[in-house]
């Protein structure tokens, strides 16, 4: 069944994380979720038996929980490779407040003029 989903959605642009997170679902693989999304932007951080992955839009982020099989376990040292063989077992949405979409923007800001702000 997502397998048709996918080849539909190739082609498409990167989603919103809004609209992603309806789309993805649990079982997914993470190429299939790659095909929704596109790839992370940085590496996924790992757990035990679990990797998880972000994607964020501004303020905005989607986060993507990857179940790992206890064989792909032997090579913690590889997550790219690792990552590849686990299904989605959870996933959150957080929408920013309107004050945490203020804040990020001026983070931002401050960060392009030399301001470091904690």
Same mark, same amino acid.
């Given at each position: 069944?997502?397998?048709?989903?996918?080849?539909?959605?190739?082609?498409?642009?990167?989603?919103?994380?809004?609209?992603?997170?309806?789309?993805?679902?649990?079982?997914?693989?993470? $190429? /299939?979720?790659?095909?929704? %999304? *596109?790839?992370?932007?940085?590496?996924? &951080?790992? @757990?035990?038996?679990?990797?998880?992955?972000?994607?964020?839009?501004?303020?905005?982020?989607?986060?993507?929980?990857?179940?790992?099989?206890?064989?792909?376990?032997?090579?913690? $040292? /590889?997550?790219?490779?690792? %990552? *590849?063989?686990?299904?989605?077992?959870? &996933?959150? @949405?957080?929408?920013?407040?309107?004050?945490?979409?203020?804040?990020?923007?001026?983070?931002?800001?401050?960060?392009?003029?030399?301001?470091?702000?904690?």
């Amino acid at each position: 069944m997502h397998h048709d989903a996918i080849g539909k959605m190739e082609h498409m642009p990167q989603l919103s994380n809004e609209k992603a997170r309806v789309l993805i679902q649990n079982g997914m693989s993470w $190429d /299939e979720v790659i095909a929704i %999304i *596109g790839k992370p932007p940085g590496r996924g &951080k790992g @757990l035990i038996n679990f990797m998880s992955a972000t994607w964020d839009e501004g303020a905005d982020y989607i986060s993507v929980t990857f179940a790992l099989p206890a064989a792909d376990l032997d090579r913690p $040292d /590889e997550p790219s490779v690792v %990552i *590849g063989f686990g299904t989605v077992c959870d &996933k959150t @949405l957080h929408l920013a407040t309107a004050w945490e979409t203020v804040q990020w923007y001026a983070k931002k800001g401050a960060a392009k003029i030399g301001v470091k702000w904690d």
